[in-house]
């Protein structure tokens, strides 16, 4: 399932001052979920709010992939994204075959050799 999140881009350098903080760099992306900011207590989120972050947010470093809070007023605001799940492999390739020349028939799993 995807979700909507916001991304950010460092304009000052942070070091972490509390054990929630996160570090970045000038010109780290920093993606905060919409429900992360919209759960931000003492801020009545409207559609918007997220173009001028006011306070703290939590999210992500997407250089260090650390996860914390970090100050509104050091970040610009980027754009949204859809963060979604990981993709799944697609396993089109045929398995090899197992060592030794066995091969087990999927029918009645019998094993025999070539």
């Not at 979700?3 to 950010?8: E, H, N, R």
């Not at 919209?38 to 997220?50: F, N, S």
């Not at 001028?52 to 050091?74: A, M, S, V, Y």
């Not at 610009?76 to 028939?105: C, M, Q």
């Amino acid at each position: 399932m995807a979700s909507d999140s916001f991304q950010y881009r460092a304009l000052f350098e942070y070091k972490r001052e509390r054990g929630d903080d996160i570090s970045f760099q000038t010109g780290d992306l920093l993606t905060v979920s919409k429900v992360s900011l919209m759960a931000q207590p003492g801020l009545d989120y409207q559609d918007g709010a997220e173009r001028t972050p006011k306070g703290w947010l939590h999210g992500t470093n997407e250089r260090t992939k650390e996860k914390g809070d970090f100050p509104g007023t050091f970040v610009e605001y980027v754009g949204a994204v859809r963060v979604g799940p990981p993709a799944t492999k697609s396993w089109s390739r045929p398995a090899p075959r197992t060592p030794g020349g066995l091969h087990a028939d999927s029918a009645s799993g019998e094993c025999f050799t070539h």
